[in-house]
């Protein structure tokens, strides 16, 4: 599965972004996907995902209520809609899926290309 990643860029403090991830794949849906993250000098961390299924949602602590993360299957595409950003969300975001997964941080096996979000204060 190639994955490509788009939608970062730079927005003020409070803004909103949505991110884009389009699969190459036809089965798209027999995937689970999600979103990681990675802030310079910080390890890289698992933002949200969702099951293939689409019965499992998963935000890490510090985006919910702001994050939603969506798929369309018709589409082949998964989204990561950011709202009241705060500086702390500035790092490179990545997609991800896994094939018939669920929602754990170390199942993802499929990597997309970084896109860079910068919140400024």
């Known amino acids: 599965v190639q994955l490509q990643a788009s939608g970062g860029g730079l927005v003020q403090a409070g803004g909103s972004l949505r991110l884009s991830c389009a699969a190459s794949?036809?089965?798209?849906?027999?995937?689970?996907v999600g979103w990681f993250r990675q802030a310079p000098g910080k390890e890289r961390e698992f933002v949200a995902g969702i099951s293939w299924s689409g019965g499992s949602i998963y935000y890490e602590n510090s985006v919910k209520g702001r994050f939603t993360i969506s798929r369309n299957n018709a589409k082949n595409t998964v989204y990561l809609q950011m709202n009241s950003l705060k500086p702390e969300d500035t790092a490179v975001y990545y997609c991800?899926?896994?094939?018939?997964?669920?929602?754990?941080?170390?199942?993802?096996?499929?990597w997309g290309q970084g896109t860079l979000v910068t919140v400024s204060s």
């Open positions: 794949e036809r089965t798209f849906s027999n995937y689970a």
């Open positions: 991800v899926a896994a094939y018939k997964a669920g929602v754990t941080r170390d199942q993802w096996n499929y």
